[in-house]
T-cell receptor
Framework: KAGVTQTPRYLIKTRGQQVTLSCSPI?????VSWYQQTPGQGLQFLFE???????NKGNFPGRFSGRQFSNSRSEMNVSTLELGDSALYLC???????????FGSGTQLSVL | GEDVEQSLFLSVREGDSSVINCTYT??????LYWYKQEPGAGLQLLTY?????DMKQDQRLTVLLNKKDKHLSLRIADTQTGDSAIYFC????????????FGKGTLLTVNP
């Protein structure tokens, strides 16, 4: 069974631009969560989607948004990028909300 | 609110046992997890324990949970150089707030 797939693996953007990250969950998993990892703040929860609905949201500004499609694939969008948005963005999938999370390799975003 | 604390560094010799400790604050936690992260990679789920258990063993890994003290530990027997990585403790909140709260991670260094 294929694991969680995130694309792209690396991304370089400049301040003010926007970016879209993609996540394909493990087959059969209906919940997708997103986390931001930085050296200073560690791993922080962004949001969780289940059956195309956002179930839970972390403490991030409205510039961070996401969506989930009917095939459970998810995208995360960050608008008006700031230098502080440079981070590893990790996607995780689970069969349902509250179940074991399996993580992808992440997208390393650098904002210049 | 939820908070998870871990010591930042642990250094052991190859063949010794490693014990990584973690404390958490959310008494309504349902599951507690240990993840491993190698350089440039995502998070690998190592093991987990349900909050009503006090011990779980899985090959070289032993998880101990003291729910009264909100203390979790991960013991790795016969530690190998390939075990060198960052280990994260995480708790899954209870109720409908399905998100993982992570510790800052413990960097395990295994010396030959």
């Amino acid at each position: 069974k294929a694991g969680v797939t995130q694309t792209p693996r690396y991304l370089i953007k400049t301040r003010g631009q926007q970016v879209t990250l993609s996540c394909s969950p493990i087959s059969g998993h209906r919940s997708v969560s997103w986390y931001q990892q930085t050296p200073g703040q560690g791993l922080q929860f962004l949001f969780e989607y289940f059956s195309e609905t956002q179930r839970n949201k972390g403490n991030f500004p409205g510039r961070f948004s996401g969506r989930q499609f009917s095939n459970s694939r998810s995208e995360m969008n960050v608008s008006t990028l700031e230098l502080g948005d440079s981070a590893l963005y990790l996607c995780a999938s689970s069969r349902g909300s509250g179940e074991k999370l399996f993580f992808g390799s992440g997208t390393q975003l650098s904002v210049l | 609110g939820e908070d998870v604390e871990q010591s930042l560094f642990l250094s052991v010799r190859e063949g010794d046992s490693s014990v990584i400790n973690c404390t958490y604050t959310d008494s309504s936690s349902t599951y507690l997890y240990w993840y491993k992260q190698e350089p440039g990679a995502g998070l690998q789920l190592l093991t987990y324990i349900f909050s009503n258990m006090d011990m779980k063993q899985d090959q070289r890994l032993t998880v101990l949970l003291n729910k009264k003290d909100k203390h979790l530990s991960l013991r790795i027997a016969d530690t190998q150089t390939g075990d060198s990585a960052i280990y994260f403790c995480a708790e899954m909140s209870g109720g409908s707030n399905y998100k993982l709260t992570f510790g800052k991670g413990t960097l395990l260094t295994v010396n030959p």
